[in-house]
C-alpha cells in the first residue's frame, strides 16, 4: 500500500532549472537594498555595478637602467581583475646607441716634467741674454773710455768696439780672447786719420792689460801729401804719392839756375819717426845720381841730399811704438805696438816724442 503523498521540499540550490526561494530583500528609494548597521559594520562596502575589483601586484624594477613596465589587466573569475606587469623583452640598454670609445688617460707627469724643463730652458735663455747683453754693455763701454782718455778725445767721440762672442763666458774668466777698436778722425800731426787697434787677451778685472796688441793710423792720400808737405822741411811746391814712395817737387827758386827738380823718398822708421830718404833726382827732366846732383849744385844740394823725418810719436800716446810706414794707392799707412798697460800707466797715455 502506498504511502501517502508528501509535499517535497526544495533544496536550497533547487532543482536544475529553478531558482531557489530566497528572502525577501527590502530596497530603497534610490534601487538599492537597504543592510542594516550590524551588516554594514561587518560587510564590505557595496560594489557598483560598473567597479571592478582590482589588484595590483608591484614588480620590483631589476637592478640595471631598463624601461619602466607597464601592467597589463586581466579579468578573472569571479568579477575580479588582475594587473601584471607586461613583459618586455629583455634588449641590451646600449643596443642602438653609440659605442662610446674609453677615453685613453692621459700621462700627466710627463706633460708636466716636459712643460718644467720649457720654463726652465725658457728662463736660463732670458736670463744668458741679459748676462750676455750686460757683459757686453760694460766692456763695450769701458773700452771707448780708454780709448778717448788715452788719444785725448771728447767724451761724445764714436768709438766702435768689437768683441767676440758669447762675451758672457769670457767676462767671467776675467779675460776677452780679443778686443778690436775703431776710432774715426784722430788728430795726427796737423791731420787726421782713422785708427784701429787689435789687441789680445785682454784683462776685465783687476789690472787692465793686453797681452799683444797692435794699431794702425790709416791717412788719406789727401792727408798724406798735406802731412808730408809741412813736415819734410823741403821748399816744396808739389807733393804725389808714388808707391812705395814718394816724389817732391822742389821750388825752382832754391837754385840760382831756376831749374826744376823732383826728388824721389823712400820711407822709413827710425826712433818713432817717419824718415824720407833720397833715392833718385830728376833735373830739368834728366835723371841724375845723388853725387852728380853734389857736384852740379854744391851747397845747395845739402837739403835735397839729407834725409828728412815726421814725428809721429808726438801725435799718439807714448805706449805706441812706430814700427812700419807703408805707401800706397789708398794713402800713408802707420803700423805701431801698443804697450798692454796702457789702461793702468797714466804716463802710457801722455803724448810720445821723438
Do not use: K
Request: proline share 10%; net charge negative.
Amino acid at each position: 500500500m502506498m504511502a501517502p503523498h508528501e509535499p517535497r521540499i526544495p533544496e536550497a540550490h533547487g532543482a536544475e532549472g529553478q531558482d531557489a526561494p530566497t528572502a525577501p530583500i527590502e530596497m530603497r528609494a534610490d534601487g538599492r537594498p537597504a543592510i542594516d548597521d550590524a551588516a554594514r559594520s561587518d560587510a564590505p562596502a557595496p560594489r557598483r555595478e560598473d567597479e571592478t575589483p582590482t589588484l595590483e601586484i608591484p614588480v620590483q624594477a631589476p637592478a640595471q637602467t631598463s624601461p619602466p613596465t607597464r601592467s597589463q589587466q586581466y579579468v578573472v573569475e569571479g568579477g575580479g581583475a588582475l594587473f601584471a606587469p607586461e613583459q618586455t623583452p629583455v634588449s641590451d640598454p646600449g643596443a642602438g646607441a653609440p659605442v662610446p670609445v674609453p677615453r685613453r688617460r692621459r700621462r700627466r707627469g710627463p706633460v708636466i716634467a716636459a712643460a718644467s724643463l720649457l720654463l726652465l730652458a725658457g728662463l736660463a735663455a732670458g736670463g744668458w741674454f741679459f748676462g750676455e747683453s750686460w757683459a757686453e754693455g760694460e766692456v763695450v763701454r769701458t773700452a771707448q773710455q780708454e780709448a778717448r782718455a788715452a788719444l785725448g778725445l771728447p767724451d761724445d767721440h764714436p768709438v766702435d768696439v768689437e768683441v767676440p762672442t758669447p762675451v758672457l763666458p769670457q767676462y767671467l774668466a776675467g779675460a776677452l780672447s780679443a778686443l778690436d777698436i775703431a776710432v774715426a778722425d784722430v788728430p795726427v800731426g796737423g791731420v787726421r786719420g782713422d785708427l784701429t787697434m787689435h789687441a789680445e787677451n785682454v784683462a776685465v778685472r783687476g789690472e787692465t792689460t793686453m797681452g799683444d796688441a797692435r794699431a794702425e793710423v790709416s791717412l788719406s792720400p789727401d792727408a798724406a801729401r798735406q802731412l808730408l808737405a809741412t813736415s819734410s822741411g823741403l821748399p816744396t811746391v808739389g807733393l804725389e804719392l808714388t808707391p812705395p814712395g814718394v816724389r817732391v817737387s822742389l821750388d825752382p827758386g832754391l837754385f840760382d839756375s831756376g831749374v826744376d827738380v823732383d826728388v824721389d823718398l823712400s820711407p822709413s822708421v827710425g826712433s818713432g819717426e817717419l824718415l824720407l830718404s833720397p833715392q833718385a833726382f830728376s833735373v830739368g827732366g834728366a835723371d841724375m845720381s845723388a853725387d852728380l846732383v853734389r857736384d852740379r849744385f854744391g851747397d845747395y844740394a845739402e837739403p835735397m841730399l839729407s834725409p828728412r823725418s815726421v814725428c809721429l810719436a808726438a801725435a799718439l800716446p807714448r805706449a805706441f811704438t812706430l814700427t812700419a810706414v807703408a805707401v800706397d794707392d789708398a794713402g800713408l799707412t802707420a803700423r805701431f805696438d801698443v804697450d798692454g798697460a796702457i789702461a793702468e800707466n797714466e804716463a802710457l797715455r801722455a803724448p810720445g816724442a821723438c
